[in-house]
């Protein structure tokens, strides 16, 4: 069996009837790890504990325990949701040495579910970002072409899972850090409906905007995946409690008959040839399949980068006050800790632990709160932000889904765009609205740029409706020209 | 104009230590990028009322009941300095 090539199922089933081992599977990963890591620096830790922990569960089958249908499947978890004992740093120096004593509870599920956890995988500074270009651990690299920035800001994550150096990935998505950095590298990544996955343990950005989603080789595995970490848990109160579908077992690529909407104010002249003849491409598979398309308006998703950009720095304000040196994490040095006047004590240890941008959009978020812009920026987008929510659950009633490319252009050179902030922001404008309006999200592989950089499409389906997004992915996903390709760096 | 002075009294409210050179710099993008986004000012919400969470959440409380999740020592186990079971920090008062 070809670890690389293998799915979910597959390597589950094998492990459960002993024809390999969760020692085996870790133990090839990790080996991939430390010949192709190097090259990406996708990973920042490795979990020194995964041969002991993939042990136990083979210890389990032997004495023929009850196990989970993940069993011996090799994840790599961003560096963003805590896991207990291995350390975790957001990417960033402020939490360079902090090791959670506790798990995340989608690290939790997973363990629960059979999976081994390899190790931490890099992402911009507290999520912030759309390249992986911000972590304090060096920046990442496109598995397809290491020039070039894999996205972000769970960039480690999809190039990881690109290299294969995990059998399947969890990222986090704000304003489209899943779906980018899957369209960026080649892989399929979903989020899921906003309070489908427990927040409890994942360092919070915005907590009206985060959720955490897998970033797999196939769909098959991201519905896996999600039956394992979703569902309502009392340590996050945002958490739903509707019932998790087995959307592995309800999959299907028949979606004749399905409505599938294009957006209107999406279309514009900037998108990139390349990708533009990818979402025709895709647009003309669904129809052969036996899907209605329709064009459909929302006409607010032309606001969707400043009210993502408001709503999320003014959160992520209040959220980053916490780090402060005094429990946990980075904490300046004074000669006299009995002269210091807090404030400083406070300032010096936060100035020297934030990188820039995670500094500039505190600073942006703490301007849009302030006495006097309060009501012109925050509340103001939060009205905004409402309306939005209305048009989409209208259009809804319409159409099942919608498609759309997933970001302007493929995946840009490192260094490209990282000297201007809002050029650096309006890469997001496909993406952002679904969080706004707390809509599940997905980006499936499904073309290739000339420069041999890969094109993903995007599928945004009504709350709670993954299901109906993962069927037309499978669609796609059999459509793919990009299927079968692998990255330069293998 | 975000000015310098603007960003250092935001800095001081975000309890953020940044150089004369840095307020200068933030100043000149957070200016941009404002009047970029200013656009939000055009859409019509009188009456609307914010939305806050993307999601219909039913209220949930857990049972006021005390539970031993985390060990002291574990609390305290990434504490950047430390006496006893105290974290260390500067005067207060």
Known sequence: MDLTKASFKEVSDSVKQK????????QFFLDRIEKLNPKLNAYIAINQAALKEAKVLDDKIKKNEEVGPLAGVAFGIKDLLCTKGLR????????????????????????NSGATILGKLNLDEFAMGSSNETSYFGKCHNPWNTDYVPGGSSGGSAAAQAARLAMGTIGTDTGGSIRQPASFCGVVGIKPTYGRVSRYGIVAYASSLDQAGPITSSVVDAALTLESIC????????TSTKKTPQFSKNLTANIKGMKIGLVKEYQNDETHPDVLKTYTYAIEELQKAGAEIIEVSIPLVEFAVPMYYLIAASEASSNLAR???????????????????????YSQSRGEGF???????????????STGYYDAYYNKACQVRRLLREQYINIFKKCDALLSPVTISPAFKIGERSGDPLKMYLNDIFTTATNLAGLPGMSVPFGMSSLGLPIGVQLTGAHYEEQKILNIACALEMASTAKGSLPNVF | MIDQKTIEHIAKLARLSITSEEAIEYGEQLTKVLNHFQQISKIETTGIEPLVTPAEIEFYARADEARHETTTDEMLMNAPDKAGNLFKVPPVV
Do not use: W
């Open chain 1, 88 to 111: 975790t740093t957001a990417g960033s120096k402020i939490l360079n040495n902090f090791v959670p004593p506790y798990d995340a509870t989608a690290v939790a599920r997973l363990k």
């Open chain 1, 323 to 345: 780090y402060d040196g005094v429990r946990y994490g980075h904490r300046a040095e004074f000669k006299d800790l009995s002269s210091i006047q807090l404030e400083d004590f």
């Open chain 1, 231 to 238: 569902g309502f848990d009392e340590k996050d109160s945002t």
């Open chain 1, 355 to 369: 990188g820039k941008e995670v500094k500039r959009r505190i600073m942006l978020g703490t301007y849009c709160l």
């Open chain 1, 19 to 26: 024809k390999i081992s969760a020692v085996e599977v870790a």
